[in-house]
């Protein structure tokens, strides 16, 4: 399972830094792709195919579900490890999450988020009350804490 919270940089050359718990659960092989909230997605191969196979169950002639798919497929690219833990973030892929130099990486469960660090602390900042506001509504589709 992907967790904690990380600050890295991104060097000119677009590399990045993933630390070594979240690289040993990627595995050596995943897909980068758009995220939503303005953040990118890291998919492990495997949770990729789950995500693709959910991706699949949606109806081909929704013009929703058309542009869902094309938003993920679109934006996807296969990443690997160089020798120093470092992936390469495509241009497109850092134009869309706006990724120029600090960054905060995420692990939420099945993927790793990376975010521009500005937008992360907006993103991150949820007060007590607001907290309490989600928690209710996600009681009301069966989840409990």
Not at 62 to 80: H, L, M, P, T
Not at 109 to 121: L, P
Request: glycine share 8%.
């Amino acid at each position: 399972m992907l967790l904690g919270e990380y600050n890295h940089s991104i060097d000119d050359k677009g590399r990045l830094i993933i630390p070594a718990k979240l690289r040993e659960e990627l595995g050596d092989s995943f897909v980068i792709c758009n995220g939503l909230e303005g953040c990118l997605f890291v998919y492990s191969q495997e949770e990729w195919e789950n995500f693709v196979g959910e991706l699949e169950t949606l109806p081909r002639m929704n013009k929703d579900a058309r542009a869902f798919k094309r938003y993920f497929f679109g934006s996807a690219s296969e990443g690997s490890f160089d020798k120093q833990g470092r992936v390469l973030i495509t241009p497109s892929l850092r134009k869309a999450a706006n990724l120029e130099k600090d960054v905060v990486l995420v692990g939420v469960q099945d993927r790793v988020e990376i975010w521009d660090k500005a937008r992360w602390e907006d993103q991150s900042d949820i007060s007590e009350d607001d907290m309490d506001a989600i928690a209710e509504r996600m009681e009301s589709i069966g989840i409990r804490i």
